[in-house]
């Protein structure tokens, strides 16, 4: 079975620009989170959403956004990007049954903001 | 506060142990997560260890939980090259938040 995969890999994109970053989860899980790793640092936690709707988000602006399909696969935004909004972007995937479900983390995607 | 905290570095030689310290914030948290991430790649679920154990033991792996202090502390008996990544301990999320807390990660180096 295949684990959370994430598109793209690598991206690179100029200040103001927008992005959106895909992933899906295991099969099975319906709960997708979102966390912003800059480099040297831990994963921050953006967003978690269940069955499309988000329930838990971090302390980010409102430039980024997500949603989630009726196939549990999700989308984060970020609009009018920043120097500041490069780092590795990561999805994990849960069942989604209770507050402190195992995550499981896809690979991320390389956000580079010139 | 928020901060789960980490030495940012350390190194060792192969065959050695290795010990990775981390100091929590929230004493109400039922357990807590040690992950890895190689280079590249995602985080990957090492071990965990529930609130009411002192200690947790997983082939090579040892975990120790001081909730006094709320110091958790990873142990990697006979450390090998494979081994080199970062680490970070974790705490879940508090009742309703579903943010998990991550350290700033700890970059294990193992020298052959």
Known sequence: DAGVTQSPTHLIKTRGQQVTLRCSPISGHKS?????????QGPQFIF???????????????????????????????????????????????????NGDEQFFGPGTRLTVL | GEDVEQSLFLSVREGDSSVINCTYTDSSSTYLYWYKQEPGAGLQLLTYIFSNMDMKQDQRLTVLLNKKDKHLSL???????????????????????????????TRLKVLA
């Open chain 1, 32 to 40: 997708v989170s979102w966390y912003q790793q800059v480099l040297g």
């Open chain 1, 48 to 98: 978690q959403y269940y069955e499309k709707e988000e329930r838990g988000r971090g302390n980010f602006p409102d430039r980024f956004s997500a949603r989630q399909f009726p196939n549990y696969s999700s989308e984060l935004n970020v609009n009018a990007l920043l120097l500041g909004d490069s780092a590795l972007y990561l999805c994990a995937s849960s069942l989604g049954t209770g």
């Open chain 2, 75 to 105: 142990r990697i008996a006979d450390t090998q090259t494979g081994d080199s990544a970062i680490y970070f301990c974790a705490e879940p999320p508090s009742s309703g938040t579903y943010k998990y807390i991550f350290g700033t990660g």
